[in-house]
């Protein structure tokens, strides 16, 4: 008999980290400014900005897997959209990114405490409040951190949003929330802290943050828009309800 099995959490984040991906700015003639530029911008998304000479045209940015190149874009066009992205922080309008950026689906962080992964984690709910309909799933290892979420969560719960959450009893009371409650003592659970958004069925507004607490409160991971990672993250679920 063959037994299926899905990957698990740790599974998901090993497979993820194996394809962070690269920037190399290629042929650079620009200022040091402008090279500052890309790589402050792409330094939230963990991401190496490597800087190389050789063969081919000039000033050329390209983003990498492995070795796999996933897409290239002008210089002037990546710092020319780096400039709009700045100014939507006061203006809230952005330019069309350019394909190195389009491509650049997973945002990866290492050593966020408890508050930093609450913020990340408004990522996922902001986009399942948005959405107002769909399924949220939420692991945050103690369901007592819903106490500090509490707020978020009862406005979520007033959507169309079905909300499920995830981890061991330890004195949480959660009677006044429309959640449906896994409670669980698995080393997986105490050991993740996740949010996965299922798009509404629409893979488009799919999003996940998985991360692992690999020291006490510090936490490696990512949050992603990759369908099929979010998928993974889904599937998982069922396993741990």
Do not use: C
């Not at 890309?38 to 070795?67: K, M, Q, W, Y």
């Not at 950026?101 to 050593?111: A, G, K, M, T």
């Not at 979420?149 to 009371?173: F, K, W």
């Not at 629409?202 to 992603?224: C, H, I, M, N, S």
């Amino acid at each position: 008999m063959t037994v299926t099995t899905t990957p698990t959490l740790s599974d998901v984040v090993a497979s993820v980290e194996s394809h962070r991906k690269t920037v190399e700015v290629r042929n650079f003639t620009g200022s040091d400014t402008e090279l500052a530029a890309i790589s402050e911008f792409f330094d939230p998304h963990d991401v190496d900005v490597e800087v190389e000479d050789g063969e081919g045209p000039d000033d050329v940015v390209v983003l990498r897997s492995r070795t796999t190149e996933l897409a290239r874009s002008p210089v002037e066009r990546v710092t020319r959209y780096v400039r709009s992205w700045q100014e939507s922080m006061s203006t809230g309008l952005a330019a069309e990114p350019p394909a190195v950026v389009d491509r650049l689906h997973d945002n990866f962080f290492e050593s966020y405490d408890k508050g930093r992964m609450v913020m990340a984690s408004r990522i996922v709910e902001f986009r399942a409040w948005n959405s107002g309909s769909g399924e949220l799933h939420a692991g945050f290892q103690q369901l007592s951190k819903l106490e500090h979420q509490r707020n978020a969560y009862r406005n979520l719960s007033e959507s169309d949003v079905a909300i499920h959450v995830y981890g061991a009893t330890d004195g949480a009371r959660l009677d006044d929330l429309d959640v449906a409650v896994h409670r669980s003592t698995a080393d997986e659970v105490l050991n993740h802290w996740w949010v996965a958004f299922d798009g509404a069925g629409d893979d488009d507004d799919k999003v996940v943050l998985l991360a692992q607490e690999r020291e006490p409160d510090r936490f490696y991971g990512f949050w992603t828009y990759e369908a099929a990672v979010v998928d993974d993250v889904l599937e998982r679920m069922a396993d741990l309800a």
